[in-house]
């Protein structure tokens, strides 16, 4: 049951992450902001990963996963509440920043609490279990968004996430046992970070994983801007990234199967393609259901990706340093999330937003290559 409890805390916090996307958004827009300042907005819950991704995995393999857990679950419940008092850009910035920092504290830890769970066979298990799990509250987080919007304003809905992250916060500081995992001796060998790519394996999934998360991370912020324009209400936009979301769901309760069938370069090759294919079509349709579709599309293809990365990236991770691995891999993550929104905000301000998903199409090409490699 200790798994189940690890994914039930993952989606409270995740909800509020991927929600606030969502939100930030839209309130940006109604606010008057300009594609640009979306970007940047976007940008801003990469800043802190960015910068604590590996002191983060360091913290969790030397001192266990219960503090920085805490840490990222009162961190997020702090942003929402920042986001109920804020009537500026600036403020949704601060929101942002906040929920990174507290989401590269909870996800770093979360992902190396997973992977340390019961018997090493189980760990594939467990890590398709928290990938379906943030699947739901990708659902759950865009959805509840929508409508609370439409019924009761950008602030109140602020308000409302805030009650997400006090289920994880009982949970640890009452339940403590369910952070208890045995961990290797931390190694008292000097070590830099970055000597783990000397592993090609590594390097190669690390760099893949920071180009397929950045196109999927920008579908949340664009999806809104984009029918936003084409005047779609917030519910609407909601439904449509939960159809997306369904699509992951699916993809990740077949990803067992299809691993019987296939190898992990065919699943990332053929998968990442079909989700250039639903980006590349994505801003040419305006009815609320070819929409609906093509992010399901999307959903499929990008579903399968991030459970074989960490469960790979666990595996060929030194012993003692999995937690460190997983926060260079966010870090580079981050990296891909800090830079792509910039660059897509100024693409999108000076030519509209179609360009920035055709931009994320090829860049899921580009990455499909790179895995088939």
């Avoid at 393999?61 to 109920?84: E, K, Q």
């Avoid at 760099?207 to 196109?215: F, R, T, W, Y």
Wanted: proline residues 4%; contains cysteine; hydrophobic residues 55%.
């Amino acid at each position: 049951m200790t798994i189940f409890a690890v994914i039930a805390i993952s989606m409270a916090i995740h909800s509020c992450y991927v929600g606030s996307k969502v939100l930030v958004s839209l309130y940006a827009l109604h606010l008057g902001a300009s594609q640009f300042t979306v970007g940047i907005l976007a940008a801003g819950y990469a800043l802190m990963p960015l910068l604590l991704g590996v002191y983060t995995g360091r913290l969790t393999d030397s001192r266990g996963v219960r503090m920085p857990l805490l840490l990222g679950a009162i961190l997020t419940c702090a942003a929402m509440v920042t986001g109920y008092l804020s009537s500026t850009t600036t403020g949704l910035f601060t929101l942002a920043v906040l929920v990174g920092a507290g989401f590269v504290f909870f996800n770093v830890s979360v992902q190396t609490l997973a992977g340390a769970l019961g018997k090493p066979e189980h760990r594939t298990r467990h890590f398709a279990w928290l990938t379906i799990g943030y699947s739901a509250s990708s659902l759950i987080g865009p959805v509840f968004a929508g409508f609370s919007i439409d019924h009761l304003g950008h602030s109140t809905t602020f308000l409302l996430f805030a009650f997400f992250p006090l289920l994880p916060i009982a949970i640890l500081i009452f339940k403590p046992h369910i952070t208890r995992i045995a961990r290797p001796p931390p190694s008292t060998a000097k070590r830099n970070t970055f000597d783990l790519l000397h592993d090609k394996t590594l390097r190669k999934l690390i760099v893949i994983s920071g180009l397929s998360v950045a196109s999927a991370e920008l579908f949340a912020f664009y999806v809104p801007v984009f029918a936003h324009q084409i005047g779609l209400s917030a519910s609407v936009i909601g439904i449509i990234l939960g159809s997306y979301a369904i699509a992951i769901i699916l993809t990740r309760f077949m990803l067992a199967r299809m691993m019987k069938q296939l190898t992990v370069e065919q699943i990332m090759v053929w998968f990442l393609l079909l989700a250039a294919a639903g980006f590349a079509v994505f801003p040419l349709f305006r009815s609320a259901w070819a929409l609906m579709a093509a992010a399901f599309v999307i959903g499929l293809g990008v579903g399968a990706t991030q459970p074989l990365l960490m469960s790979i990236s666990y595996e060929r991770a030194p012993a003692g340093r999995t937690g460190e691995m997983t926060g260079l891999r966010l870090t580079v993550n981050n990296i891909a999330r800090m830079s792509m929104p910039i660059i897509c905000g100024a693409v999108g301000a000076a030519f509209g937003v179609a360009p920035v998903f055709w931009m994320n199409a090829a860049n899921l090409v580009a990455t499909s290559f790179l895995s088939r490699r």
